[in-house]
T-cell receptor, first 114, second 115 residues
């Protein structure tokens, strides 16, 4: 049990639609990252939020956006969905400033775009 | 060329075998090295975490990091059927601060331990 919870666990969307995925970080963690994991691949870094601001982005277009709230929960928004967006979306939380800090993942949200 | 290379396998071993999983990387800035275990359709579970070069042991698991060769390994002793999963190596380039959460993953190795 990592203390990182994500919702929804599964969803199906139509190409062109928009989706919002949610994450509740582990208690005390101030940083949240989002990853996309396609079938048979390792997770790919989308972006990270620290103190409610985006702090680094991977190779993903602007239609992938996010928010971090004062309670350190977070959202991932994807606009204009494409078929290739079908994947497992993972949220991970960590604590900046602690020595030997580690990163914990939630169970993910499975997105299917049809 | 990918920053992190991991043999996807699949790897099939008998129960009780010693398993060796490996990753190579090209970015010399990587300082933190992790191994995650991922069961089918679940999120990755942190197994081992190592900072810089050296060895770390936790029960049946041993993680090794050789920064001079840009090579990391995970050894599983006395493997069990419950170890059957995908194993992901991951690494981060920051020695602290807000970049810590930006992990670069390998492709994952599918391991099956049969009774």
């Amino acid at each position: 049990e990592t203390g990182v919870t994500q919702s929804p666990t599964h969803l199906i969307k139509t190409r062109g639609q928009q989706v919002t995925l949610r994450c509740s970080s582990q208690s005390g963690h101030n940083t949240v990252s989002w990853y996309q994991q396609a079938l048979g691949q390792g997770p790919q870094f989308i972006f990270q939020y620290y103190r409610e601001e985006e702090n680094g982005r991977g190779n993903f277009p602007p239609r992938f956006s996010g928010l971090q709230f004062p309670n350190y929960s977070s959202e991932l928004n994807v606009n204009a969905l494409e078929l290739d967006d079908s994947a497992l979306y993972l949220c991970a939380s960590s604590l900046v400033g602690a020595s030997g800090n580690t990163i914990y993942f939630g169970e993910g949200s499975w997105l299917t775009v049809v | 060329q990918k920053e992190v290379e991991q043999d996807p396998g699949p790897l099939s071993v008998p129960e009780g075998a010693i398993v060796s999983l490996n990753c190579t990387y090209s970015n010399s800035a990587f300082q933190y090295f992790m191994w995650y275990r991922q069961y089918s359709r679940k999120g990755p579970e942190l197994l081992m975490y190592t900072y810089s070069s050296g060895n770390k042991e936790d029960g049946r698991f041993t993680a090794q990091v050789d920064k001079s060769s840009k090579y990391i390994s995970l050894f599983i002793r006395d493997s069990q059927p419950s170890d059957s999963a995908t194993y992901l190596c991951a690494m981060s380039g920051n020695t602290g601060g807000t970049s810590y959460g930006k992990l670069t993953f390998g492709q994952g190795t599918i391991l099956t331990v049969h009774p």
